[in-house]
Structure formats: structure tokens, C-alpha cells
């Protein structure tokens, strides 16, 4: 199974847009890929998913390469209570399914 | 209201004792799963179901049982608990399929101590 790997931690400050990357180098044609925050002691919350091209919803955007082997969350215009970690999870749909978290990006913002 | 229901919140138990950890689902899901988060080790699962009687292991299954009887329910048994079963466990479910996507649910947590 493909390993996914996200940056450790970034900071940005209140109003800006935060661009998370995940790398998933080998994953098949049809697995999906989805997004989640997390703050401490609670379970993760849903974002978004998508398998291509650019998806949007009411709080985020998902991009998607042709090469698929890199997703990236956008968080438009992030305020201090988005501090949280982010998490990309895969959904390898071959066989049997099996749903593997990244790494994780602890996201700091700043006032 | 749509929800993951994880049973109890905190639980200290002594070594070897049987405990069994519940998740049950208002949503009508076939995919349920068992995580454990633990610092530096990030969400890593231990078994799930793509539904009932459907079960397989995660990437850390040892010392780990699950059953998958009814669709709602999908409990998570630690036979004889030992000190590095010690974590925080989250139960999720999902749909399956791209029509409707494969977005988890998670449950509040359970943060186990096993002493």
C-alpha cells in the first residue's frame, strides 16, 4: 500500500490561505481521497473527498493532479480556531478496502 | 442526529482483565473501523468491517477482536489488555462507493489505561 506523508506542522496568519499537501505516490485509479481536522482529545471531522481533479465545498477545496500522486487541501481565509491538525486519508477501493491516514500537519494560526 | 456512539469515554483497567469497547452507528453504514491514536504514531487501524460478518484485520490487529453481528454494531474486545494497549480508540463508519462517497464518521473517542 501507498505510503502517505504530509509536512509536519505549519503556521499561517488569520485571513490567509493555507495550502496542505499530502503525498500518496501509488495509488490506484479509482482510490479515493479525503481530509480531516482534528483538535485534541476529540475524534476527526470530515472536510472533503474527491479521486480528481479539483473539488469544492462550503469550507474547503481538494486539487487533485492528472499524475494523482499528491492531493492538496486549501483552507481559504483561515481564522485562529482552525488551529488544529489535518489529516489525508486514502480509501484504497481494490479488494478489500482499507482506509490509511497520513502523517498529519499540526496548522498554527497566528493573529 | 447522524452520529457514532463510542462506549465509555475513560476506562483504567488492570492488566489481563477482558474489557470490550462499543461503537454503534445511526447512519445506516456498511463500512465500520477501530483506530488507535497514539503521539508521534498518528491514526492507525486495527480491524473494520465492510459489513455484517465482514471483518479484517488493520495494520495492528495483535491482541485486538472485533464482531460484526448487526449492521449498527461493532464492538472492539481486548481479551487480556496489556500496559502498550494504553491509547486513545476511535470508532468510524462510512458509506462505501464513489456515488456516495467514503467520508468517516468518528466517534468521540476512548481513552483506555491499562495499568
Known amino acids: 500500500l501507498a505510503k502517505t506523508t504530509q509536512p509536519i506542522s505549519m503556521d499561517s496568519y488569520e485571513g490567509q490561505e493555507v495550502n496542505i499537501t499530502c503525498s500518496h505516490n501509488?495509488?490506484?485509479?479509482?482510490?479515493?481521497i479525503t481530509w480531516y481536522q482534528q483538535f485534541p482529545s476529540q475524534g476527526p471531522r470530515f472536510i472533503i473527498q474527491?479521486?480528481?481533479t479539483k473539488v469544492t465545498n462550503e469550507v474547503a477545496s481538494l486539487f487533485i493532479p492528472a499524475d494523482r500522486k499528491s492531493s492538496t487541501l486549501s483552507l481559504p481565509r483561515v481564522s485562529l480556531s482552525d488551529t488544529a491538525v489535518y489529516y489525508c486519508?486514502?480509501?484504497?477501493?481494490?479488494?478489500?478496502?482499507?482506509?490509511?491516514f497520513g502523517t498529519g500537519t499540526r496548522l498554527k494560526v497566528l493573529a | 442526529e447522524a452520529q457514532v456512539t463510542q462506549n465509555p469515554r475513560y476506562l483504567i483497567t488492570v492488566t489481563g482483565k477482558k474489557l470490550t469497547v462499543t461503537c454503534s452507528q445511526n447512519?445506516?453504514?456498511?463500512?465500520m473501523s477501530w483506530y488507535r491514536q497514539d503521539p508521534g504514531l498518528g491514526l492507525r487501524q486495527i480491524y473494520y468491517?465492510?459489513?455484517?460478518?465482514?471483518?479484517d484485520k488493520g495494520d495492528v490487529p495483535e491482541g485486538y477482536k472485533v464482531s460484526r453481528k448487526e449492521k449498527r454494531n461493532f464492538p472492539l474486545i481486548l481479551e487480556s489488555p496489556s500496559p502498550n494497549q494504553t491509547s486513545l480508540y476511535f470508532c468510524?463508519?462510512?458509506?462505501?462507493?464513489?456515488?456516495?462517497?467514503?467520508?468517516?464518521?468518528f466517534g468521540s473517542g476512548t481513552r483506555l489505561t491499562v495499568v
Open positions: 486519508l486514502v480509501v484504497f477501493t481494490s479488494g478489500t478496502y482499507k482506509y490509511i
Open positions: 447512519m445506516n453504514h456498511e463500512y
Open positions: 468491517s465492510m459489513n455484517v460478518e465482514v471483518t
Open positions: 468510524a463508519s462510512s458509506t462505501i462507493g464513489q456515488g456516495s462517497g467514503y467520508g468517516y464518521t
Open positions: 474527491g479521486y480528481k
Open positions: 501509488n495509488i490506484a485509479t479509482n482510490d479515493y
